[in-house]
């Protein structure tokens, strides 16, 4: 889920300067429409220290006129708060119609600061997260605009900013023991934020995760959805209709040039060293070591009951077919099924689109693989326009709660997204005109799908950052040699499967 | 919750042989559209053994056509079942658009089942409970249709029942002694079926409860609703809505004649006795006895930091203020707030309709008593048209979660309905129009609203069937004598918080 926000997102300075005026100016616009609007615009900063929740609230009173603005941050409730229901705070908070409220460290931090400390439980952080989401829906039938932005930053960027914090004179009170307490239960904070955000986003009031580190970067995203949100909303109210549409029908007007630059330059997908490469002698011990190990491994599953579920998705051409091949050439036919998704057929469309996976869970025991699967949804419907945006936003909700439930029930996920290069893609469709016995695997789709790159790419990168999660992470496989791909692979699903099988 | 389902309504023979034949031809009609619509159907069937879920399945059945409806019935899951998570085996039998699924003792028997046997806590319940709230959801956003009936007897009619069956011939293979089992845990499935209800009763997808008792009151019941909610899907995506707006616009065709002079006739207000009264002098020595004792009960609560909130509803003229004074007479002024609620000021029209009501949450330790309150979204809102169909269907569910919230925080929720009949309403206004001191009490307004009592009638039947819940719920005073009713405020209240405070 925060894969999508450590890829190191910037803007330079040039680009921020030139973006800025005009964004103020259309902000200005926006707040002034909402103030005669049927409808209040709530904007909630969570988030990791340092990572510029602060900044940004103050950034957005410098940009807009203040006087239409509540700015609230919440620290410990007072005793007068403690003897009211934990949402009495905020209830008391809430803007009118017409106003914006900025809301810092509000309902969703004490829930997720009780849960690393451990003084509650799962289930009663569930419990909590749930009051909260029927907490903000009272908020968005009524006609609120809830945006929520996760701040983000890698545990490494922290450290090195309370650093360079400390070092500085001017900086350094922002640094005390308490953000580098913070700072080493990053990952248990991580962790409570990642249930967090996967219980609360909804298509309604989704999270926005943002990559904190670079400031030009952080304003620019923020001051952007911001605007658009409140243009969306009064949209929705000329209509006269009472929910919003999500972000429907204004998807042109999105991102600002430059952060759509930014977003497809920065990317999940450009981290990845595509030049890693195994040589075939070492591909071959590799392989076999792996194979081997898997197959060990999938017996002890069978005995447990326990099921795997591997998701593959990929570009086309990506060597999804030649990776499942590998790890089904290690497995007894009776312990795997392989299940390829195509369009849905005519019986599959009259229901609901992850009808047809639920049908294909398997009896326990089993590794079920899925050459391609519900992923789907978010990936070639959403970039062909099959599916709305409102439709796609509302599956990522969808496919974590459906996910839940798989991983509830004993099953243990892993999903790949195998990637190549553009180029290695066009040498390998070159390849397969010219081979006689591979021409069957390249159609006109294909080339379709490839001149769609840029708007693809977006998508990957949207979908792991919405739907990598704790108990079901995306791993990204660098694709452009086979060999590599196929034993990493191999070597993650077993390692995911030794994890979860008991000795 | 159930208190309007166990008022004994039942139509005549005659009413229902005249009902039949034309609701069967709507049916058939709106099933006939159904097949071309791009949705589909999908009811389900819960409630008390023997209150006539398999019956009104059957009957359904038999009404339509059988060839465009999916039946099932669910018992414990098979082995295959048990080995894929629980809502594989529903998600296998969802209907295909255009179809419509009656299901039995679906995805929420087991839940309760669990619950009642005490298998699972509170919270593991309530996490099963967002499951299923979160599936139908994907459901509906989807566009389908989904509607929850929940048969209920009183415990008393099904022994009765049970009794009948047992000595019928023909009947007795119904009686077993699993039936009897189910009965003696009577209170606690309903206490399970209560927190379930109240739950997963959303504006998309809300729960009927339909009083089991007679066969044909039911049974035409449950087929208007199912027409009505087929004819509102098929306008629905008429419009090119994807979201059902619940049940607006629709209204004036709701309710078949024949059920909605049942449900004038037949509701909690009418099963209240209003001849019972209390002498005069029996009135002063038990208001002197229920005063002190609350005035001591009052003062624990301060120690203990325990909150009360008393909301007073009812008629015009039924004597709300008369039976406040009561309460407020017997203690300290600082013990108490009175908040008088009238229409919302300008500021409070700004906000969501439940903001004025959580600024005036009082501080721990203290009694607030609202004359008048937020159940005014379902009465008067409703009565009015202030508040769209939608909108006070939502209410029910976001008034539900406010007060598990504040009992959830501790605080003893009492609620008052004040009822009288209409003669008494008439001979105490024309009482006010005549003395002069009590002039001010009498307006237009009240004119118009005694007009409308029979649309209030349903209102406040309705508001008990969705909010009266163990945690929070309502105690219906026989008004007639004023006496009796301020004797049974004052009793009332001070059983439930001597039951809420440690001694």
Redesign the interface.
């Known amino acids: 889920m925060f894969e999508a926000a450590e890829v190191g997102r910037k803007l330079s300075k040039s680009d921020y300067k030139a973006q800025v005026p005009r964004l103020r100016w259309e902000l200005l616009e926006a707040q002034q429409q909402l103030r005669k609007a049927p409808f209040p615009v709530i904007v909630l900063f969570a988030g990791v220290d340092t990572a510029g929740k602060g900044e940004t609230v103050n950034l957005l009173n410098e940009w807009m006129d203040p006087r239409w603005i509540v700015t609230r941050g919440y620290t410990d409730p007072s005793g007068?708060e403690r003897?009211?229901?934990?949402?009495?705070r905020y209830?008391?908070d809430?803007p009118?119609?017409?106003r914006i409220a900025l809301f810092l460290s509000a309902w969703y931090s004490s829930p997720i600061r009780h849960r690393v400390a451990s003084r509650i439980?799962t289930?009663?952080f569930?419990?909590l997260l749930?009051?909260v989401a029927?907490?903000e829906r009272?908020?968005t039938?009524?006609g609120?605009v809830i945006l929520k932005f996760w701040m983000h930053l890698s545990k490494a960027a922290q450290k090195k900013r309370l650093a360079s914090f400390e070092k500085d004179p001017l900086q350094r009170w922002r640094v005390t023991k308490k953000q580098w307490r913070h700072w080493r239960m990053f990952d248990k904070f991580v962790a409570a934020a990642d249930r967090a955000i996967r219980r609360t986003s909804t298509?309604q009031a989704p999270w926005q995760i943002v990559e904190g580190e670079d400031e030009h970067y952080r304003s620019i995203v923020v001051g952007v959805e911001l605007r658009d949100a409140i243009r969306r909303g009064l949209e929705r109210a000329r209509e006269g209709r009472?929910?919003s549409r999500a972000t429907a029908k204004t998807r042109e007007s999105r991102p600002a040039r430059a952060i759509d630059r930014v977003a497809r330059q920065f990317n999940v997908l450009d981290n990845l060293d595509l030049s890693r490469q195994l040589s075939d002698a070492r591909f071959k011990t590799r392989l076999a070591e792996q194979q081997s190990r898997l197959n060990l491994l999938q017996r002890r599953a069978r005995q447990q009951?326990v099921?795997t579920i591997a998701v593959f998705e990929g570009w086309d051409a990506s060597g999804k077919g030649g990776a499942i091949r590998r790890v089904t050439g290690a497995l007894d036919a009776r312990d795997y099924d392989v299940i390829p998704v195509a369009a849905p057929t005519e019986?599959e469309r009259?229901?609901?689109?992850?009808?047809r996976f639920?049908?294909h869970?398997s009896?326990?025991g089993r590794l079920t693989i899925f050459d391609r699967s519900w992923y789907g949804r978010v990936l070639v419907e959403r970039v062909e326009g099959f599916a709305r945006e409102?439709e796609y936003m509302?599956a990522y909700g969808?496919i974590n709660?459906f996910e839940e439930?798989?991983v509830?029930?004993g099953?243990l996920m892993v999903k790949f997204w195998l990637h190549i290069s553009r180029e290695e893609q066009l040498r390998r469709f070159h390849d397969r005109t010219r081979t006689s016995y591979k021409k069957w695997k390249i159609g006109d789709e294909d080339w379709r799908n490839r001149a769609r790159w840029a708007d693809y790419t977006i998508a990957v990168n949207d979908m792991v950052a919405r739907t990598s999660t704790r108990i079901a992470p995306w791993t990204l496989i660098e694709g452009n040699d086979k060999n590599f791909a196929r034993v990493k692979v191999l070597t993650t699903l077993g390692d995911r499967m030794e994890n979860r099988l008991k000795k």
Chains 1, 2 share one sequence.
């Open positions: 007068e003897e009211r229901p934990r949402l009495w209830w008391r809430l009118p119609r017409g439980s289930s009663e569930d419990a749930d009051q029927a907490f009272a908020l039938d009524d609120a298509d009472t929910r009951g099921s019986e009259a229901h609901h689109y992850l009808w639920w049908r869970l009896r326990a409102d509302r969808e709660q439930q798989l509830g029930h099953i």
